[in-house]
């Protein structure tokens, strides 16, 4: 069952989810979370290669504390991102244990110890910046102030956070992804979650644990030949068709390992078969 965005409070998004992951037995999926978190997932990957940093290194800032800005950090521990390298800003500020009793617990799970208050003091130093807030929210001298070969992924649409022109004015050593297809590095929940569910589907699982999540991320990162890898090219097109196959794979083996799984998959000549003998 994927769900969509509503008008609903992030806070009421997560505690719809929760109980019905807790209550039904069959995968539930809120793809702007995880949808969102996956593709984030995916495509830090390749751009970490290609900046020549790690994830158990890197200090990440991310700008939005709404259910994509929490569900992508969550899932950035599971690949080895330090939740102590993490800053999570929201329209008030970094999210510190000053705050920690003034946020809900979702943001309060990040809190961290530091001086820092705001986006501009989270970016100084950062390797990476994801936005997931609004648009026009970073300026040139935060980019500026951030790490060697930075990472950023402006998400927000129509406008991102900053703009790919304003950003590589500033830096030539940036690597940057956007949520628009009219810029290299589109991040765009499409690709994921035809190939997820289908993965899914095939063995039957009863839910979608973290570790499926993580094997969708990697999947969609290795569509790519290591060769083609580039600053323009970290993700793959959501019209190139190895993407929902290469990912069904994964997810559907992952779901296997995880005990997840009601069945084994199936292999093609199997499905055909069982289709024909019901004609």
Do not use: W
């Amino acid at each position: 069952t994927p769900l969509y965005s509503s008008a609903a409070s992030d806070v009421y998004k997560r505690q719809i989810e929760q109980r019905l992951i807790d209550e039904l037995d069959i995968p539930v999926f809120h793809d702007d979370q995880h949808g969102t978190a996956i593709i984030v997932a995916a495509g830090l990957l390749n751009a970490l290669e290609i900046q020549g940093k790690t994830p158990d290194t890197v200090q990440v800032v991310c700008a939005g504390a709404g259910s994509a800005g929490i569900a992508t950090l969550n899932l950035l521990t599971e690949l080895d991102v330090k939740r102590e390298n993490m800053i999570l800003v929201d329209r008030n500020g970094v999210i510190s244990e000053d705050r920690k009793d003034k946020v809900n617990k979702y943001k309060a799970a990040f809190a961290v110890d530091t001086k820092k208050k705001t986006l501009s003091d989270a970016m100084n130093g950062a390797d990476v910046f994801i936005g997931v807030a609004s648009g026009n929210l970073v300026t040139q001298e935060m980019v500026k102030s951030m790490a060697e070969k930075p990472i950023i992924f402006a998400l927000s649409n129509p406008d991102p956070e900053i703009s790919p022109a304003d950003a590589f004015a500033c830096r030539n050593d940036l690597l940057m992804a956007t949520g628009r297809s009219d810029y290299p590095n589109q991040i765009n929940n499409s690709l994921c979650f035809p190939g997820l569910f289908r993965g899914v589907l095939d063995v039957r699982s009863r839910e979608i644990t973290d570790s499926m999540k993580i094997s969708a991320a990697e999947a969609i990162a290795s569509v790519i030949p290591d060769s083609n890898v580039s600053a323009d090219f970290i993700i793959p097109s959501v019209f190139d068709q190895n993407v929902a196959r290469t990912v069904a794979d994964c997810v559907a083996e992952s779901a296997i390992n995880s005990g997840v799984a009601l069945r084994r998959r199936r292999s093609r000549d199997e499905v055909y078969a069982t289709f024909m003998s019901k004609r």
